[in-house]
Nanobody, 124 residues
């Protein structure tokens, strides 16, 4: 079992930046593929970004060039650097983990493990 805890959410103005962190438990963090998803009010959860166990990254088209996902295996932590924020980025952001890259990156609801979420609000 893996426990995930997100932090770093908050309020930002359009054009600003935030950095989200996701701390994971367990001895096998380096073998997990990690991802970020988000859910806006009244909307379904959507894929944001993912990073594989070997560092391959994948981004949703809406965040390419603005967001960067990274990981620090020594700290059992994955990050999401969010720059040039837009009001439409407002959502609850969730961290996810799965040993299966395809299940994590191709499906917005079937990752094996999920964090509790952290709120990101972007004002215009």
């Amino acid at each position: 079992q893996v426990q995930l805890v997100e932090s770093g959410g908050g309020l930002a103005q359009a054009g600003g930046s935030l950095r989200l962190s996701c701390a994971a438990s367990g001895r096998t963090f380096s073998s997990y593929n990690m991802g970020w998803f988000r859910q806006a009010p009244g909307k379904e959860r959507e894929f944001v970004a993912a990073i594989s166990s070997i560092g391959t990254t994948l981004y949703a088209g809406s965040v390419k060039g603005r967001f960067t996902i990274s990981r620090d295996n020594a700290k059992n932590t994955v990050y999401l650097q969010m720059n040039s924020l837009k009001p439409e980025d407002t959502a609850v952001y969730y961290c996810a983990a799965d040993n299966n890259w395809f299940r994590l990156a191709r499906d917005s609801n079937r990752a094996a493990y999920w964090g509790q979420g952290t709120q990101v609000t972007v004002s215009s």
